[in-house]
């Protein structure tokens, strides 16, 4: 019978204000029996040979000595010496004695740390073991590996391990590592790697309980990681999440950053919230934090679509007199609502403004006059500004096309439209949904709904599918021409193509169904 005592991590304590964290290790001795009549299990055979060619390798029979985890460091090396790929090789012929390491995680930790100066043999050796038959995935394996590779700067690594624990389901590895299996330093700095890969992966889910139980235990997250998940939180329109993320930030000592601020700016203003964006404004500024150029865009842009011109043009001021850079991005939401408003003359007045100023138009600054023009029928005047476009090198886009067509559908100019339809296609500017759509709401409106058809099958031709305005703009043209039928087989097609039937759609086949038996 064989005492084998190892030793293993103990679950650290923890102060109870929960201000500060104390960790420290302990030694546990864990006790196994081990039933053998004549060698310990975890001994290699040749380490029982004296004279055998491992020469000073040796673990004696287990009745008088155990086989310490040092013999396994010396073989790892040796084999290394005598063969350099030898874990590197996932069909690499395993001896039998390492097979012992694959199926017990406490071992394979203990050998792992044994080596944990040669932090590329231990990465090696994992990678080997985590993909052979019957490897045990423990989290506690992994944080092992983990906290090697860190302590050893070699993150790209353990953002490769971060990766396969989440990839295996092993998200119980955040848990371990909050409830304090390594040091303070350590903990933050893997829980942080977590963080970082799920916030990759855009996995709000987990993201959000990590963060939750970091901050809760007193482990800290960068700054950097809490800027991710607002972002995703921003992005994915999950306003009352970020809200409660960036307030448990204040709450747990998470200080700020310029991005912080900006994509909490983003948020209220895309929700429509623009007093509360103001509110945060100031309280950046109270706070030490000085906005930057993106800053005034956000709320610019906010405050334009909020039909607050007077209070954005302000702002474009302030900017101008702190010396932050002015651009198009700055000028472009005042114009657009300008322009959406009716206001030319203002919007054309701003144009002349960021010019003197040094903020050069953008395609987007010339397609946002074009729409304006075009939306009070003044289509020769928006096709002036493509000589302005072209003496600027800017280039045309598929939105000048798309708003010049737009504009001579609106006049009835079908024929013109159609040619500038075509002229994309000679300057090698892909027509898109949007222009398909233009062009077959123009046809049907002025009953050319044959030709409407004809524009439909062209875009499934060049590879542009139809999407659910396409089907119900078809829909309606051949209910209003009197074509009931026509109507009945584009919605039937609609289904067929798996695309979502709107409400248009179905209160015009609704209502042309009872027309169709007269």
């Not at 389901?169 to 799920?198: C, E, M, P, Q, T």
């Not at 559908?409 to 300057?427: K, N, V, W, Y």
Request: net charge positive.
């Amino acid at each position: 019978m064989t005492l084998c005592i190892r030793r293993s991590k103990s679950i650290p304590t923890k102060n109870s204000t929960a201000s500060y964290c104390f960790y420290f290790r302990n030694f546990n001795f864990k006790v196994r029996f081990f039933f053998s009549r004549t060698q310990h299990s975890h001994c290699p055979s040749e380490f029982n040979n004296n004279g055998s060619s491992t020469g000073e390798y040796v673990c004696k029979n287990a009745r008088s000595k155990i086989c310490p985890d040092g013999h396994f460091q010396k073989l790892i090396l040796k084999t290394l010496q005598e063969n350099p790929r030898a874990f590197k090789n996932t069909y690499w012929e395993v001896p039998d004695y390492f097979n012992v390491l694959i199926i017990d995680s406490e071992l394979f930790i203990n050998v792992i740390e044994s080596i944990s100066h040669l932090p590329k043999v231990v990465l090696g050796l994992f990678r080997w073991a985590e993909v052979q038959k019957g490897f045990k995935h423990s989290e506690f394996v992994f944080c092992t590996v983990l906290e090697i590779l860190v302590q050893n700067d070699m993150t790209t690594s353990a953002y490769w391990v971060a990766e396969k624990a989440i990839s295996v389901n092993l998200h119980r590895v955040a848990d371990v590592l909050i409830d304090g299996y390594l040091k303070y330093d350590v903990s933050v700095k893997l829980l942080d790697l977590f963080l970082w890969v799920y916030s990759k992966k855009s996995d709000v889910k987990h993201c959000l309980a990590v963060f939750d139980k970091m901050v809760r235990s007193g482990l800290l997250p960068d700054v950097k990681n809490c800027n991710k998940i607002l972002r995703i939180l921003r992005d994915r329109n999950l306003v009352g999440k970020a809200r409660e993320v960036y307030g448990m930030m204040g709450d747990f000592g998470v200080e700020p950053t310029i991005l912080t601020y900006n994509t909490m700016l983003d948020l209220f203003c895309k929700e429509g919230k623009v007093q509360q964006a103001l509110d945060l404004l100031l309280e950046m500024q109270r706070r030490g934090c000085c906005p930057s150029d993106v800053t005034y865009n956000v709320l610019i842009n906010g405050l334009s679509k909020k039909g607050e011109f007077d209070q954005a043009k302000e702002l474009i001021g302030e900017m101008f007199n702190k010396g932050l850079k002015v651009s198009a991005y700055t000028y472009n939401p005042l114009i657009c609502g300008y322009c959406q408003k009716g206001m030319l003359i203002e919007a054309l007045g701003l144009g002349e403004e960021m010019e003197v100023r040094g903020a050069l138009p953008s395609i987007s600054t010339y397609n946002v006059f074009m729409h304006g023009f075009c939306k009070l029928g003044r289509v020769s005047d928006a096709r002036q500004w493509i000589s302005v476009m072209l003496k600027k090198n800017l280039v045309p886009d598929v939105v000048t096309y798309n708003t010049l067509i737009y504009g001579h559908c609106r006049l009835g100019d079908i024929t013109e439209a159609l040619f500038l339809l075509s002229e994309m296609r000679r300057r090698n500017v892909n027509p898109t949904v949007v222009t398909y759509n233009t062009m077959m709401d123009g046809l049907c409106k002025h009953g050319d709904l044959d030709g409407a058809m004809r524009l439909k099958d062209e875009m499934i031709n060049y590879g542009i599918c139809p999407d659910a305005f396409s089907y119900t703009i078809l829909i309606n043209g051949s209910y209003k021409a009197g074509n009931l039928l026509m109507a009945k087989e584009v919605f039937n097609e609609m289904g067929s193509k798996r695309v979502e039937h709107d409400r248009l759609a179905y209160t015009t086949c609704i209502t042309s169904e009872p027309k169709l038996g007269e």
